[in-house]
């Protein structure tokens, strides 16, 4: 009796130990979302703030934790939050209307899900362009059995003093007034004095702008969301793992360490084999664990991150005295780079490797624009090696090819010349196994990202190929990425993690089949079209000129494939005559370079003439309305061609070119057409909505004023 | 002291301020290079001397910090009070103007040499340099105390003989600091006149200075200044007591001058500047 007594016990004793043992411990964060403003430069900014601060606080998890996040949203506005490279049920993703309900403003929503993994991960807005302006956040999540050791989170971001939403626009109407920041505007008059005109010649004749390896021009870059930052508790001998993670919106990073070399212990969050390195970089969106040592006491040793464009870096100082400097790296050569180019770019507007088989980081192209050369130990793809085997399931593969294609024109990125929304949903089955042959036919590199799932990259690695969940492509690379549809249910989310390049369609959605109705999404049609919208959205361009004789100028209205343009021509009285013309077309080749139309024109001028075309028609110029119809085309080295008929037959031809940079500041255009009517003029670009402008028109003579661009 | 630095205040940059600092350096050319580095038009100006490794540093305080100063100076090749330059920025120096570095940079070069076969080794060698030496540290010092007792006495008779000893005591030792300062010491010895032996002893005291940092003696060892020498450019001295006695002006000024720095002594204190 006393020993059963005793037994049952024990065995209840055992019961709730084990029990306890399995017992999930929920750690619970509260964030909440408020609108603030901000100075980085010395002008008063608007932000957003996530428990009073920016970036977002760090959230610290143990693999096997219930993660419950209650986001308040503070703001008038929705907002979202995504949880960057988490494992979870698809409904906790926090995509707005395709995932999750969007957290509309001063509302609650609370995010719950357990915690499948370990390693370092970030989140961030998945609406609109609320990332660039401080939504973001490190997401850490340490082993169960990890033994303390030093680490030090290092979350990378750029910061503009511009509105995001200003900034996009200005990407789509091709602006380089970053360019003329950046001291990157590449002319031809730095091009004649530093011997490369020729190439700067063939560059637009190949129909490319200036060369840049970034597009935006950032006043800061952050980390932590300061310029730097010191740990001065670090002594000679002591290893810091420090996780990386790019927050930014466009800007890749490059590490390097005055201490010594630094050891790559994981990548997205995933562990990888130990490998050793002078420098790496660090994509848009990806994470990287990196491990250092301090070797000597008396001595603050930099880490220092800086943007690709090198035109900014910030530094996390290790150790404790005078501060040992990295040497930084040197500026850009953009005319080696724009030389690069010229050879890989056809006049068709197609990127040709001349058979390099490039993939995998392994050859850097941009390399010929680096003044350091080629010569540090710089990490690639290739060395990334899985500790654990990565194969997946023994079951049927089936492939994908995307081609990422963009127009850096018009900022169009797509995947198969498709944005998003042109293209349905792939469907993919439970269970089976996805290969995704990806090739890079843009000018740009891009870290393309899978929300929900790890891809392994096939390397050469064999059976350990590294799991990761953004890939860098670089222009012309060919990369392989596999997965298993390992989730149950859902819609995830595949697209380009450059912010500007995501908002303007550059992705796909994969959706399991029978997946059940996600009661998030209580409409998922309208949702849908929600998420669609983001890249079918119109962007408003124009250059009006204000001149002594007349007023200039042009209004355009375009999406991804639409296009409305509107251009006037007024005299100052009336024997100058006004004209206006507008239009309405769509884009139709894959580069964008041909446009067909239908339109409007009128003129009126008084004392007018009839004269004799090209094509020995007549026309008066005194009193014309007309609807037409036509093509246009943007020839090499930008001349835009313009062949159009009018309801009554009249046939006009028009050839001109905007915008040839003599300087960085100064532009030259011209037109001339079937009608013997022509227009030269120059402006110099003062700021980068003014700037200082004359022309001559073959109507209305010589003119000098103000012309301002928007 | 305050004297000192109002008056070689240039007058032309608004919310001037002006600070000595320490930069490392050799020659001419060093200070060339230095003072090109560190000067901006209408935002610093700064003037080095070889002799003492002081310059004097110039800024309007609204435009620019001394940081960004020293920062330059760094980048340009230079170890100074905040910043060590960049292994790059040192090995392009000219040759005569490879100062000898601070250990904390020091040990970057010696590690990096054995890795050129491999990478991740580099954490290897790190210990050696200091390594094995730390006891002849203490048999240095005393006779520099002594010549500098001779110095701050005005006893120019004393001083020969005296250096010519921590002369042979710093060619004991392997460090690349105590060969220079050897050569130093055997320059003092060498001076006929008290003047030239004061010069001279303002050189030693340099590198034997940056030889007590690296070795960190087990007792308290201070690092003093004396803003007026050279004309005004000023100098520096090791003494093992915290009050002054200044050995550039003895009787005429014995108690002008200023600790800067506490070297050695117990162990906690190697790395107590922040």
Redesign the interface.
């Known amino acids: 009796m006393g020993i059963h007594n005793i037994c049952g016990l024990l065995l209840i004793l055992l019961m709730t130990d084990a029990l306890s043992a399995t017992a999930q411990r929920t750690v619970r964060y509260d964030l909440d979302i408020t609108d603030t403003v901000v100075n980085y430069t010395g002008k008063a900014r608007k932000a957003i703030a996530i428990n009073g601060q920016l970036p977002a606080p760090t959230l610290q998890f143990t693999e096997g934790d219930t993660a419950e996040i209650h986001v308040h949203n503070h703001m008038h506005h929705g907002t979202s939050i995504h949880w960057h490279g988490i494992l979870l049920p698809n409904e906790q993703d926090g995509v707005p209307y395709l995932t999750t309900a969007p957290i509309e403003g001063m509302s609650t929503h609370v995010y719950r899900f357990p915690i499948r993994q370990s390693g370092t991960y970030w989140y961030h807005s998945h609406t609109m362009l609320q990332e660039q302006i401080g939504l973001y956040g490190a997401f850490i999540i340490h082993k169960k059995d990890e033994r303390p050791v030093h680490e030090e989170v290092m979350l990378l971001s750029d910061w503009s003093d511009e509105n995001p939403h200003q900034i996009e626009r200005s990407l789509h109407r091709a602006t380089d007034w970053y360019g003329i920041r950046k001291k990157a505007a590449q002319s031809y008059g730095e091009g004649l004095i530093s011997g490369h005109v020729g190439t700067k010649f063939v560059n637009e004749w190949k129909r490319m702008h200036a060369m840049d390896v970034s597009d935006v021009y950032y006043e800061r870059f952050l980390m932590n969301g300061r310029a730097e930052q010191q740990r001065p508790q670090y002594r000679k001998g002591d290893r810091v793992r420090v996780r990386i993670i790019n927050g930014s919106s466009s800007t890749y990073f490059w590490l390097t360490y005055s201490g010594g070399s630094l050891t790559v212990v994981a990548s997205d969050g995933a562990d990888v084999e130990p490998v050793t390195v002078d420098r790496l970089i660090v994509g848009v969106s990806e994470t990287y664990d990196v491990e250092v040592t301090i070797p000597a006491d008396g001595a603050a040793y930099e880490l220092a991150a800086t943007s690709e464009d090198r035109m900014g870096q910030v530094s996390l100082w290790l150790g404790d005295g005078v501060k040992q400097l990295k040497q930084p790296l040197g500026k850009l050569d953009y005319f080696e780079g724009m030389k690069m180019m010229n050879d890989m770019m056809t006049v068709g507007g197609n990127m040709k490797d001349m058979g390099m088989d490039m993939s995998l980081q392994q050859m850097d192209m941009n390399v010929v624009m680096y003044p350091e050369g080629n010569d540090p130990k710089t990490l690639n793809y290739a060395m990334l090696r899985s500790p654990t085997p990565t194969t997946l399931p023994d079951k049927p593969f089936r492939t994908l090819h995307f081609e990422l294609t963009g127009n850096m024109n018009r900022y169009v990125w797509t995947i198969n010349n498709k944005t998003v929304s042109e293209r349905d949903k792939i469907l993919i089955k439970k269970g089976e196994n996805i290969r995704i042959v990806m090739t890079n036919n843009s000018m740009m590199r891009h870290p393309m990202h899978l929300h929900g799932h790890f891809f392994r990259v096939v390397n050469g690695q064999g059976d350990h190929a590294p799991l990761k969940n953004v890939l860098d492509i670089m222009p012309m690379e060919t990369d392989t990425l596999e997965f298993n549809a390992s989730e149950e249910y859902g819609d995830w989310f595949f697209h380009c993690h450059i912010l500007y390049h995501m908002m303007s369609g550059m992705g796909r959605i994969f959706t399991y089949e029978d997946s059940p109705p996600n009661p998030q999404i209580p409409d998922p049609e309208k949702g849908l079209r929600k998420v669609y919208a983001d890249d079918r959205r119109f962007y408003l361009g124009a250059e009006i000129g204000i001149e002594s004789n007349g007023s200039d100028g042009d209004v355009v209205l375009e999406n991804t494939r639409w296009a409305w343009q509107t251009d006037w021509h007024l005299g100052s009285n009336k024997r100058r005559g006004y004209e206006v013309d507008t239009r309405f077309g769509r884009y139709l080749d894959r580069n964008q370079f041909l446009m067909a139309f239908a339109g409007w024109e009128g003129r009126y001028r008084e004392g007018g003439h009839a004269d004799r075309n090209w094509f020995g028609q007549t026309n008066t110029k005194d009193n014309r309305s007309a609807f037409h119809i036509g093509l246009q085309y943007t020839l090499p080295w930008f001349i835009v061609a313009d062949l159009r008929v009018n309801h009554k037959g009249y046939v006009r031809l028009q050839i001109g070119r905007d915008d040839i940079p003599v300087t960085a500041r100064l532009r030259l255009r011209g037109m001339y057409n079937s009608d013997k009517e022509y227009t030269v003029g120059a402006k110099y670009i003062l700021t980068k909505y003014i700037a200082l402008s004359s022309h001559y028109d073959s109507d209305m003579g010589w003119g000098g004023g103000l012309t301002l661009i928007y | 002291m305050l004297f000192h630095i109002g008056g070689i205040t240039p007058a032309q940059l608004p919310n001037a301020k002006t600070e000595t600092v320490r930069i490392a350096g050799n020659c001419g050319i060093c200070k060339q290079t230095i003072e090109a580095a560190g000067t901006k038009k209408g935002e610093a100006t700064l003037s080095w001397n070889a002799d003492t490794h002081l310059a004097e540093l110039t800024y309007d305080s609204a435009a620019t910090t001394a940081d960004d100063v020293l920062?330059r100076v760094?980048?340009a090749g230079y170890?100074?009070?905040?910043?060590?330059?960049?292994?790059?920025?040192y090995a392009a120096l000219e040759t005569c103007c490879q100062y000898e570095r601070?250990?904390?940079?020091a040990?970057?070069t010696a590690?990096?040499k054995p890795?050129t076969d491999g990478?991740?080794t580099?954490?290897a060698g790190?210990q050696s340099p200091a390594a094995g030496q730390e006891s002849s540290i203490e048999s240095v010092l005393p006779p520099y105390f002594k010549l500098k007792d001779a110095l701050i006495a005005g006893n120019a008779k004393g001083v020969p003989a005296t250096a010519t000893e921590l002369s042979k005591q710093l060619g004991g030792l392997s460090a690349p600091e105590a060969k220079q300062a050897a050569t130093h010491a055997a320059a003092v010895a060498k001076a006929t006149t008290l003047e030239d032996q004061r010069v001279r002893f303002a050189v030693l005291s340099e590198s034997l200075y940056r030889l007590t940092k690296a070795k960190a003696p087990s007792s308290t060892v201070y690092y003093q200044h004396c803003p007026m020498y050279n004309k005004g450019k000023g100098a520096n001295w090791l003494s093992k007591e915290k009050a002054i006695r200044n050995p550039y002006y003895g009787d005429q000024m014995l108690t002008c001058g200023s600790v800067v720095e506490t070297l050695g002594g117990s162990d906690a204190e190697?790395?107590s500047?922040?």
């Open positions: 920062k760094a980048y170890d100074n009070a905040r910043y060590l330059a960049p292994a790059e920025a601070a250990q904390q940079a040990v970057l590690g990096n890795a990478h991740g580099s954490h790190h190697a790395h500047h922040e």
